[in-house]
Nanobody, 124 residues
């Protein structure tokens, strides 16, 4: 049974940091590309960051470039999203998602497996 479980969300002040984790079970992480997505209230789900299964190459949405860092630990079957310099507009439910193959995608419909999400709230 495939499962992706996000953790690490919470309430943080503007300018603060959080590290999200996505623990994967039921498949071998090294064969899957992983994406982080987020959905703010009243908005659609948007891609945030993506990491390849082949060479670990990464992609970021313009809105988070330079502030967020995605990484993976295949031995632990876990993907991380380090979020620094957080802004109120980063407030959303964050989801990790997995798709077979080496190349990540910014499109939600390209991902077969999804976690349940973790809430991130940036507020003073």
């Amino acid at each position: 049974q495939v499962q992706l479980v996000e953790s690490g969300g919470g309430l943080v002040q503007p300018g603060g940091s959080l590290r999200l984790s996505c623990a994967v079970s039921g498949f071998t992480l090294e064969y899957y590309a992983i994406g982080w997505f987020r959905q703010a209230p009243g908005k659609g789900r948007e891609g945030v960051s993506f990491i390849s299964s082949a060479d670990g190459s990464t992609q970021y949405a313009d809105s988070v470039k330079g502030r967020f860092t995605i990484s993976r630990d295949n031995a632990k079957n876990t993907v991380y999203l380090q979020m620094d310099s957080l802004k109120p507009e980063d407030t959303a439910v964050y989801y990790c998602a997995g798709r077979t193959g080496r190349t990540p995608s910014p499109q939600t419909y390209d991902y077969r497996y999804w976690g349940q999400g973790t809430q991130v709230t940036v507020s003073s």
